[in-house]
């Protein structure tokens, strides 16, 4: 597993453990970084899509608002288009 794969892994136990704490702007980015190689990654979403999608990631800063939005365009969206 690469390094920053471990990274993000942390970062996410962390979130788990306590919801409510506060993230560093390295942690955000962090996780931001990962969730566009993996939407980068994923052939299921269509162009309209991963550019709407980079558009959340580029706007967020806070992994929970952002999860919302994308739980949001992914039910109210096609997101094969």
Avoid at 57 to 79: G, K, W
Wanted: charged letters at 25%.
């Amino acid at each position: 597993m690469s390094d920053k794969f471990l990274e993000f892994l942390k970062v996410l136990d962390k979130m788990l453990k306590c919801p409510q704490l506060t993230l560093t702007e390295a942690e955000v980015e962090l996780i931001k970084a990962f969730l566009e190689q993996v939407l980068d990654n994923n052939p299921n979403y269509g162009l309209q899509t991963k550019q709407a999608f980079k558009a959340m990631l580029d706007m967020s800063n806070n992994p929970f608002e952002l999860y919302a939005q994308l739980i949001t365009y992914i039910n109210s969206h096609d997101i094969r288009l």
